[in-house]
């Protein structure tokens, strides 16, 4: 797929938000995705099935698993500088406190249902036994990361297993992505519009050279009534058909949870990481959420630079002239423009989870209806956002 396609379209030929010709600011990499960070894989396991009223234990189903390896299935073990950062901490990711203790991470990223946690935390586990077994042989501790997806899914079901977390992983891949109602995201909502997976990329001139950054997030939040698309405030125009924050009379709005993950080929301190990490909010909120309480809004950021440079393994021998780590970084006075590109890429992500997306109908025939691109497009006409 080309890069001019690939920013206007998925795989699949679902449209994204270059697709409507919104335009939005900096230079995406060839793919406009986190895959375009030399290394990262995405992989989904998505679960579609079964209609009509919820039956515990049998659905109906409208979930999966998201998985993320900063380097591949081969580099699963190898230690990269990462940091993260609770924005609302209604959510759950786990190993978040050895992310606070050693600043690095080195296994594969988890994303599904609020209740599908512990299934794919095991799942790491058992992957890396069978397919690392030197890594596995020390401590593991899993990222896995939620959203609520029980408006559409059979959430306290137990549908998403060992397996499925397995399969996420097995599936990774680089290149073009799939987005929308795919892998974790498959039953979530955004702006009480379809939502789900979405991911976009920038590229950081840096002089000499170039570096990339990507976004990818599980998109779950935000209210109707919140809804800003290059800068223009829809929620509005667009507050028709809203079956979901209807079913949820009275409760407050805006709830479900966002998590975002940011991968960097830039060299990068942990603490420089948690940077980037603390920069994605404000990207969601070029969309119009003020962050809900009821909104677990978590992220990470990592750099593949300094491969295995922050290691934690345990030391053989006594220490040596050898026994030093040592790590390049980008001065924390240039870091500006890489805060920017976090900003702009997560605007886009969260776009391209919406646009990328068609109606969705789940338990109890609960429906989620896809953000209207015609009106969307008709209304960025008349504001002169989109030419015509």
């Given at each position: ?48 099935k ?10 109906p ?73 030197e ?10 990361a939620?959203?609520?997806?029980g ?18 992983i ?44 990507g ?11 919140e ?15 809203n ?34 990490a ?6 969601l ?82 429906r ?21």
């Open positions: 797929m080309d890069q001019r396609i690939a920013s206007t379209t998925t795989p699949t030929g679902k449209t994204r938000a270059r697709g409507l010709g919104i335009p939005l600011p900096g230079t995406p990499g060839p793919v406009n995705a986190i895959t375009d960070v030399e290394g990262v894989l995405v992989g989904y396991s998505t679960l579609i079964g209609h009509g009223k919820l039956s515990l234990g049998h659905g189903v409208r979930t999966g698993v998201t998985a993320i390896l900063p380097l591949g299935r081969d580099g699963v073990g190898v230690a990269l500088a990462a940091g993260y950062h609770s924005f609302n901490g209604n959510g759950e990711m786990t190993g978040a406190s050895w992310l606070e203790e050693a600043g690095s991470l080195s296994m594969p990223i988890l994303i599904t249902n609020t209740h599908a946690v512990g299934p794919c935390h095991r799942g790491v586990i058992d992957w890396v036994a069978r397919n690392k077994p890594v596995a042989n020390q401590w593991l501790l899993p990222v896995v939620e959203t609520w997806d408006y559409l899914n059979d959430i306290n079901g137990s549908h998403v297993t060992v397996d499925h977390a397995i399969e996420a097995d599936n990774a891949a680089g290149g073009a992505i799939e987005e929308g109602s795919v892998g974790g995201g498959t039953g979530m909502n955004c702006y009480a519009f379809k939502g789900g997976s979405g991911s976009a990329s920038r590229v950081v001139d840096y002089g000499h050279r170039s570096y990339t950054v976004v990818f997030l599980q998109a779950n939040f935000g209210s109707r009534q809804l800003r698309i290059a800068g223009v405030p829809l929620g509005a125009q667009l507050a028709a058909d079956p979901m924050e209807a079913y949820f009379s009275g409760a407050p709005t805006g709830a479900g949870s966002c998590i975002g993950v940011v991968a960097t080929d830039a060299p990068l301190l942990p603490g420089q990481c948690k940077a980037l603390r920069r994605v909010p404000l990207g909120a070029r969309t119009g959420t003020a962050g809900s309480h009821f909104s677990g809004d978590i992220f990470l950021a990592l750099s593949t630079a300094n491969r295995d440079a922050l290691n934690g393994r345990f030391p053989k021998g006594a220490p040596s002239e050898q026994s030093y780590s040592r790590m390049d970084f980008i001065p924390w006075g240039r870091m500006d423009d890489f805060y920017t590109a976090v900003v702009q890429a997560t605007e886009e992500a969260v776009l391209n989870a919406l646009i990328a997306n068609t109606e969705m109908v789940g338990r109890d025939g609960n989620s209806p896809a953000l209207p691109r015609d009106k969307v497009v008709a209304a960025l006409k008349s504001r002169g956002v989109i030419a015509g």
